[in-house]
């Protein structure tokens, strides 16, 4: 124990000394030079702040109403590097808080027969900017001068749209019927050799995890180059719950020839399937049709055929067969022997 005293004497030694250090440290004396050197620079930035400035800003041009019918053919002019020039305080306000609202521009009324168009001359511009500018400020530049675009005029054509998503039913619930788009075709803009290429157009890609019929708007991808309209499709994809039903189907031969009869154990086969459960009650046995062929049967020494289903509504699933094979007797006529002349005993007289 003496020793372990012992090894802690300098650590109690140490503390004692820094202890005594915060004591001494004059911090009534930092705290006053630290006020000082605040409030110096803020009579600095005041100053500095009444003093003139050019700074740039950045101003959006938005376009509206763009005819579906042309493209640009180079980039458009997004925005607007303008140069103004007032006091410190002021500008603080357009850097901080006070934004320029963007110069809008309606194309719907853009003359189609043009290949370049001035849409917004310089002093238009001018105007604008000087109406959203504090009146000291000066518009010393901006950039570019006028607002100029290239365009060219485009073929159109209908193009089917296709569903590009994926819909998982719950557990129980199906997609019941096939999924309908709204509108089933689009106008696509673009140039003749653009076409060589479009034949379909997809949705952009979605996907359901529902138990609930869907109708949702989706956006049409456009091709590189051209513009849809509309941008949009309405798609419809119709989930229902679903049920088991079992319909008992008599079994055919529809290529037996007349010579020929065939007699099938058993001769109704039971289709198993799924329905969904708005369309149970109308779903009867006139909706299947299973067979077997006459080829399977001529020369068939197992005595077993295999059963085809050919006939049953697009909206059943998993649809199974229960005996999937069955047994056959196939057997020929006997055609009757024609009467021989002669054969029958002549009349006594």
Request: one cysteine or more.
């Amino acid at each position: 124990m003496p020793r372990l005293e012992h090894k802690n004497m300098p650590f109690k030694s140490v503390m004692k000394k820094v202890k005594a250090s915060f004591r001494e440290f004059h911090w009534r004396e930092a705290f006053t030079f630290c006020a000082f050197v605040l409030l110096a620079s803020g009579f600095w930035l005041m100053q500095s702040l009444k003093q003139e400035y050019e700074i740039e800003l950045s101003v959006p041009i938005r376009y509206r109403n763009i005819p579906p019918s042309i493209h640009f053919s180079e980039d458009r002019p997004e925005k607007l590097i303008i140069k103004v020039k007032d006091r410190g305080n002021v500008l603080l306000n357009y850097s901080l808080g006070r934004t320029l609202a963007p110069i809008e521009i309606n194309m719907k009324n853009l003359p189609l027969d043009q290949k370049e168009k001035v849409l917004v001359s310089k002093q238009n511009i001018e105007a604008d900017l000087l109406k959203q500018l504090i009146s000291t400020t000066s518009l010393i530049s901006f950039a570019p001068h006028e607002i100029r675009v290239s365009y060219g005029k485009l073929i159109s054509r209908e193009v089917p749209v296709v569903f590009a998503g994926k819909v998982q039913p719950d557990a129980g619930f199906q997609v019941s019927d096939s999924i309908r788009i709204t509108p089933a075709t689009v106008k696509v803009y673009a140039s003749q050799g653009a076409f060589d290429s479009i034949s379909v157009l997809k949705t952009a890609y979605a996907e359901w995890k529902t138990n609930q019929r869907i109708v949702q708007k989706v956006k049409v991808i456009a091709p590189k180059g051209a513009n849809v309209e509309p941008a949009e499709v309405t798609v419809t994809i119709p989930v229902e719950e679903y049920t088991e039903k079992t319909l008992s189907i008599p079994i055919i031969c529809p290529d037996l020839p007349s010579q020929y009869t065939v007699r099938t154990f058993p001769s109704n086969v039971n289709v198993v399937c799924n329905i969904p459960m708005s369309r149970f009650k109308y779903l009867s046995d006139v909706d299947f049709g299973v067979s077997i062929s006459f080829k399977d049967l001529k020369d068939n020494k197992s005595g077993l055929v295999d059963l085809t289903l050919f006939k049953k509504p697009d909206w059943v699933t998993d649809v199974t067969l229960s005996p999937n094979q069955i047994e056959f007797l196939l057997e020929q006529k006997t055609s009757p022997q024609p009467e021989k002349a002669g054969d029958e005993t002549a009349p006594q007289e």
